[in-house]
Every structure is written in C-alpha cells, then in structure tokens.
C-alpha cells in the first residue's frame, strides 16, 4: 500500500512539477516580452522625443529674421511685415531705412524689400515704426520668455 501511495505522490508531485515549468517558462516569455516592449517603447520616446527637438528648430528658424539671423522678440526685435509680404526685425528694417536715406533727396520714399527688391513702404529718413505692421502672428508664435 504504501507503494501506491508513493506512486500517487510521486504522479501528483510530477504534475506539479510539469505545472511549475509551464509556468515558470510562461512568466521567463512574458518576461522577455515586456523587456522588449519596453525597448520598443524607449526607442518611441527617443523617436518621439528627436521629432519635437526637430519640431523647436523648425520653429526656432521661423521665429527668427531672416537679415541678421537673431529671434524676434517684443522689444526691439518686433516682427514686421513689408507690404511685399516680407517680414523682418525692426532693427534690421531700422538699419535698412538709414542705408536707403543717405541716397534719397526727399524725406519720404519707399523702402525696397531686401528679397524682391520691390517698393515697399513709405517712409521718412527717420525710422518711423508706425509706418510699418507688425506681424501678429509671428509676434504671437513668440514663446513667452521673449
């Protein structure tokens, strides 16, 4: 009798065994599985995180004036637009109207663009920011530290 108990232990015990391998080897896959979506996921955070670093260049590069490569900002780097379309810092258009006045006979005349070379706005021998529009949009694309 005793032999037949042990047999019975001994069966119960291996399906116990067989049991704890499944398992065990269940829990070694899931294990294995998370760690690489885990990579997976760290490799999405990297992707994801140069996209945005990609994202604050493009901008940085839209916010800045295309003459003197520097960001607008609300002093006095205000973002203004040409009648062309054009839009520069106001110190960079500042420098333009002074350059432009020197060959101009009349205290009024029209800036040229620094792009298209067009007649923009008129304008007196002295820098008069009234004279021109600020570019809104760009001003309010400006982050707020600026």
Not at 29 to 46: C, Y
Not at 120 to 130: C, G, L, R
């Amino acid at each position: 009798m005793q032999s037949t108990t042990n047999s019975g232990s001994s069966s119960s015990g291996a399906a116990g065994q067989e049991t704890l391998v499944k398992q065990l080897a269940e829990a070694k896959e899931m294990r294995s599985k998370m760690i690489q979506d885990l990579k997976t996921s760290q490799d999405s955070v990297e992707a994801i995180r140069d996209a945005i670093a990609e994202i604050d260049k493009k901008q940085r590069k839209l916010l800045e004036c295309p003459i003197c490569y520097t960001q607008y900002d609300k002093q006095s780097r205000v973002p203004l637009i040409l009648t062309c379309g054009h839009t520069c810092c106001a110190r960079c258009i500042a420098h333009q109207v002074r350059r432009q006045a020197i060959n101009s006979n009349s205290p009024v005349f029209k800036l040229l663009c620094f792009y298209c070379r067009q007649e923009t706005n008129s304008t007196t021998k002295n820098f008069d920011i009234e004279l021109f529009s600020i570019n809104k949009i760009m001003l309010d694309a400006l982050p707020t530290d600026y």
